[in-house]
């Protein structure tokens, strides 16, 4: 074992070797090998290479050097590209700050039955009057940045629950599909996390329908791990053990506190009172929106011809049963 590996336990230790194909007698080899490449893209600003930092994109990519070397490009080609959302990226960011106290996200004290960090967002906690959904996003990578230093989750990553409950029509109409592909390029494309399981709970029917609109920029990977479990709490329970979740999510936990992630993060700062401007913002909705359709990468996602408009939400003539809503939309691997 190399010290790059120190913070591993045993078992995370012969995971990492089974699973990620990781070798403690390759180990300085492979990142080497990531770190040879960066001269191939001279366009991008690679601002942190160190040999611990590599290796979170190897795990993520199961030692696969060049998916390992394009995720570190993506990471820093994404930041360079929305270069406002990174600005002030801290916990005492007044929407940042407001986004964690509303519990986004949510983190769970328990880890489940395969070393995994379960992140929880109640959706309807959204309050669209004190921050954006970028504040959002820009809480949950600021979250995960703090997260991910841990190798045990580079080892065995994250779940990801969402709860629908509550969640109106017109919160959802500010999900626009330019929003909604922003989210996906900065977890799924950009960020060195393995994700185990992306899990929808009461979701209505305008949630699917916001679905069809985010499907054609996830990677087949990605769709086998999404979930959608309706009200059938049950199918949920199946795949994570409801000792470990709050009674909201039918588990036997208490009800979730939404300040306990925030309090990590802002410690002292977490009771401090913020004055919310929305004028002070350099990023609104509506600017990022226009520089997304201007500046869109054409190595990006293609939309498939099925997408709904954007901005449009049709309500389908039949809406599923919940008992349809209730299985999984595919299984794991």
């Known amino acids: 074992m190399t010290h790059l590996q120190a913070g591993l336990s045993p078992e995370t230790l012969e995971k990492a070797k089974v699973e990620l194909k990781e070798n403690p007698d390759t180990l300085h080899q492979d990142i080497q090998e990531v770190r ?11 601002l942190r290479t160190d040999d611990a930092f590599i290796l979170r994109f190897l795990r993520a990519r199961k030692f696969n050097h060049f998916e390992a070397f394009r995720l570190l490009a993506q990471y820093f080609e994404y930041r360079q590209q929305n270069l406002d959302m990174f600005k002030n ?16 996200p949510g983190v769970l004290s328990n880890l489940d039955k395969y070393g995994r960090k379960i992140l929880v967002l109640f959706a309807a906690n959204w309050d669209q009057s004190r921050y954006t959904f970028v504040d959002i996003l820009r809480a949950i990578l600021l979250s995960l940045e703090s997260m991910i230093e841990d190798p045990e989750l580079q080892v065995n990553g994250f779940i990801l629950i969402i709860d629908w409950s509550n969640f109106t029509f017109k919160q959802a109409s500010k999900l626009t599909p330019s929003m909604l592909r922003l989210a996906i390029e900065g977890l799924q494309d950009s960020f060195p996390a393995r994700f185990g399981g992306i899990h929808f709970v009461n979701q209505p029917w305008y949630i699917h329908a916001l679905y069809t609109v985010i499907r054609p920029f996830l990677k087949d990977k990605t769709r086998k791990r999404i979930f959608m479990h309706g009200n059938n709490l049950n199918s949920l329970h199946q795949l994570i053990n409801p000792e470990i979740l709050p009674s909201e999510l039918g588990g036997m936990m208490p009800p ?12 002292h700062a977490y009771d401090e009172e913020t004055d919310y401007c929305p004028e002070s913002y350099t990023l609104s909705v509506q600017d990022l929106e226009r520089d997304l359709e201007k500046n869109l990468s054409p190595k990006t996602m293609k939309r498939s011809q099925s997408v709904v408009e954007p901005g449009v939400l049709k309500r389908p003539d039949k809406v599923k049963s919940d008992e349809d809503n209730m299985q999984p939309l595919l299984s794991l691997d």
């Open 36 to 46: 040879d490449m960066i001269i191939t893209r001279p366009d991008i600003g690679f």
């Open 89 to 104: 990226l801290k916990a005492t960011d007044p929407g940042i700050k407001q986004a964690l106290k509303d519990g986004f």
């Open 256 to 267: 979730y506190d939404m300040g306990t992630w925030a309090r990590t993060l802002l410690d």
